[in-house]
């Protein structure tokens, strides 16, 4: 049975729900310890002194913040002790979006809040009432000192907590160079129509994640029991790289057509069809160098120029 990490309660006007919070995910990454190749005997890391190279008890360290090459403010445990966030218990609901005006890229952790036996209808009559609205609560709340933004929404029955990143922690698609604009590309319309067409033949009716697997995983962790039972592995050849440059509409009308003869048979695509092609770059203009933005105000959206096939 899974344990709490935090216990507090939702805010939402003058109601308070009593809940637990449990993590949502559970990392299957494959981690490996540092060892010593002629005995196998664990490496232990020590903190020293990039200036001697002595090394430096605990009591001793103290956090600095760099302000410059080699230049450093100290800051005391009791000054950052006098700054921490008040810990409310509180999960304090601010408002209320549509979760479609929140951006993915926002969102960090996932956790589930669990409500407490003498709160169990609160709880139910909230997640009712968001899901009926469509609607999601943005909170804030203090998790081991820190401050969070989250976003709390329902999903089968329960409510999840995702905790979000702030706006000065997401970096603008407008800082990147290299992302065409309307008057980089031109489309036609046929084009459209194919890459259309693809995305058609590829969509299905719900998305079930359980058909996914990380195959890396599965194969390291093969390796890792067969080296276990004292087999000998033998490296299988490496793959071709490199992808093959075709003509655009020539790899869409290839993908539409495979894809559709694949939902035809239920087979899976093989690691030919899977290989990655670099289609042939369309004529660009030059596009001028763009200033730098500083809190740029967000542009309309505007659709792409086409020209007619």
């Known amino acids: 049975m899974p344990r709490p990490i935090w216990n507090g309660s939702i805010a939402f006007g003058l109601v308070n729900v009593p809940v637990k919070l449990f993590s949502a995910t559970s990392p299957k990454d494959v981690r490996f310890h540092q060892l010593r190749r002629s005995d196998a005997s664990r490496i232990r890391q020590k903190r020293v002194s990039a200036v001697d ?24 445990p009791d000054e950052l002790n006098a700054l921490d966030p008040k810990a409310t218990q ?8 549509s979760l479609d005006q929140i951006d993915p890229v926002f969102f960090e952790n996932a956790y589930y809040l669990v409500p407490d ?21 943005v909170a804030k709340f203090v998790m081991r000192t820190k401050q969070y933004l989250a976003a709390v929404r329902p999903s089968q029955g329960a409510l999840v907590l995702s905790t979000m990143l702030y ?84 790899a869409l009308e290839a993908s539409v057509k495979a894809a559709k003869e694949r939902r035809a048979t239920g087979a899976t695509p093989s690691p030919e ?37």
């Open 167 to 250: 706006a000065d922690e997401v970096v603008p698609v407008a800082n990147l160079d290299g992302i065409p604009s309307d008057d980089d590309v031109e489309l036609s319309d046929r084009e459209l129509q194919m890459a259309e067409a693809l995305i058609d033949s590829l969509t299905v009716e719900r998305f079930e994640p359980e058909k996914f697997h990380d195959d890396y995983r599965e194969r390291v962790l093969e390796l890792i029991d067969a080296k276990a039972q004292g087999q000998t592995i033998v490296a299988a050849p490496a793959p071709e790289t490199g992808a093959r440059v075709v003509d655009l509409m020539a």
């Open 53 to 76: 190279g002595e090394e430096v008890p605990y009591e001793e360290i103290v956090k600095g913040y760099e302000i410059g090459p080699d230049q450093y403010v100290v800051v005391e």
């Open 117 to 137: 036996k003498r709160s169990e209808k609160a709880y139910a009559l909230l997640s009712a009432a968001m899901s009926e609205t469509n609607k999601v609560a």
């Open 273 to 309: 069809e899977q290989a990655p092609v670099a289609a042939a770059r369309p004529r660009r203009t030059a596009a001028k160098k763009a200033a730098p933005v500083v809190e740029e105000e967000p542009k309309p959206a505007r659709t792409r120029r086409r020209k007619t096939a």
């Open 90 to 97: 509180t999960i304090d609901i601010e408002e209320f979006v």
